[in-house]
């Protein structure tokens, strides 16, 4: 490379190539001539050309969670909430309807009854524990059905095979926003979906530093439509975020087996504790889907548990005063565990009748269950919900 007169020193060249993937921040890459660049641009030649139209590290990121999925051609996304508005936004148009199930990610919920209806695309939601109810809200200019396999922070499993088989029988996509199963507790393309999302954010990325989304089509033509849509919409990833997320991806089943190992440990000794009034937990034989659960994740119940203590919002306020060393904080998939309160963050918009509909009380809360070592972690809890019922 020639010197370049504001002394930038051409990338040192080495016979050994790098281990660990490079960071590559560069938004312009050069090219030797226009025919070079026409034919990066025709797709004769491989070659960045402007990060938001992508870059390296994403590449690198998105072929990693392809194969965790069994996809092909995914997209990394600026946060999970944009993969969830490009998975949508790449696959219906306007006068289109989309279906969603009733209890997804409160943003997805937003975006739904919000954003979709102001670009005149409709938008419900049913029970997707239910396919008869799902059945009954289709439309016939639904295009679109999102749901996720199991639901934040109620932990209710989907009916994944019956909504699979009833949108293949209507020609309707389905997307599937994985984010809280994982591909290590399912694989929603093995199951008929067509679309499958995640907020990388959480437990794949898994050290809450870097905000980032998936998305992946099976159709070439549907990823297309969602690539395009992302590049002409800036939802593109910043390298850095990407290289943190690939160093966090490496140790992802090792983290996601600990801690799935810990939260039935957890699940159990909280179902056994005075004070406890109900345990959440997909593979818990007390969980109210539990058959359907052992039928689609098999032993795989994930790191995420909710749970209910008696005592209204004083109990509530008196179990976080006494467990100090697990954070308040409403998100999940950190390497350590974190503990939300659903009916103060994301569920706070809803009436109380409206949040006891789904069971949320002010007693319930939500627990993504880290990598702490297990009796640590269960004897903070115990600890806890004694402080909390003046035992
Ligand atoms: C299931 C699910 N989908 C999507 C999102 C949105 O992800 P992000 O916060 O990365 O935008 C979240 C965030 O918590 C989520 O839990």
């Given at each position: ?17 790098p281990v660990v993937t490079p960071l ?9 001539s226009p025919d070079m660049l026409d ?236 004070g406890v009034t109900r345990v959440l ?111």
């Amino acid at each position: 490379m020639a010197k370049s007169p504001i002394n930038r020193v051409p990338w040192p060249q080495s016979a050994s190539r790098p281990v660990v993937t490079p960071l590559q921040p560069s938004v312009v890459y050069a090219s030797d001539s226009p025919d070079m660049l026409d034919a990066q641009y025709a797709g004769d030649l491989s070659g960045y050309s402007y990060a938001r139209e992508g870059h390296p590290n994403a590449d690198v990121l998105a072929r990693m969670i392809d194969g965790l999925e069994g996809a092909e051609g995914g997209i990394v996304t600026g946060s999970g909430m944009a993969a969830v508005t490009a998975g949508i936004l790449g696959a219906v148009r306007a006068g289109d309807h989309v279906l969603g199930g009733d209890q997804l990610y409160g943003r997805s919920l937003r975006l739904m009854n919000e954003t979709l209806p102001a670009m005149g695309i409709s938008a419900s939601t049913a029970d997707p524990t239910d396919v008869a109810s799902m059945e009954a809200a289709l439309r016939p200019e639904t295009k679109l059905i999102l749901i996720e396999v199991v639901s934040n922070p109620t932990i209710r499993v989907a009916d994944l095979t019956g909504i699979a088989a009833l949108a293949k029988e209507r020609g309707i996509l389905l997307a599937v926003d994985n984010t809280f199963t994982t591909p290590r507790g399912i694989r929603p393309f093995d199951h008929g979906a067509d679309i499958v999302i995640h907020s990388v954010t959480k437990l794949l990325a898994g050290h809450s530093d870097a905000t980032l989304g998936y998305v992946a089509a099976r159709d070439p033509e549907l990823r297309e439509r969602i690539n395009t849509f992302c590049v002409t919409t800036g939802l593109t990833p910043s390298p850095f975020d990407c290289w943190l997320a690939e160093r966090g991806l490496l140790s992802f089943p090792l983290r996601y087996d600990r801690a799935e190992a810990t939260t039935k440990r957890l699940a159990d000794a909280l179902a056994d504790l005075d004070g406890v009034t109900r345990v959440l937990y997909p593979t818990h034989p007390t969980h109210p889907d539990h058959n359907r659960a052992q039928a689609l994740l098999g032993a795989r119940g994930s790191h995420m548990l909710s749970f209910e203590i008696a005592g209204g919002r004083e109990a509530a306020n008196t179990l976080v005063a006494a467990m100090p060393e697990i954070p308040f904080a409403p998100t999940l998939g950190d390497i350590g565990t974190t503990l939300s309160h659903p009916a103060t963050s994301s569920h706070r918009g809803l009436t109380p009748e409206g949040r006891a509909q789904i069971g949320i009380t002010e007693g319930f809360f939500r627990v993504s269950v880290g990598c702490e070592e297990p009796d640590t972690l269960i004897s903070l809890f115990a600890g806890g919900i004694a402080a909390a019922h003046g035992i």
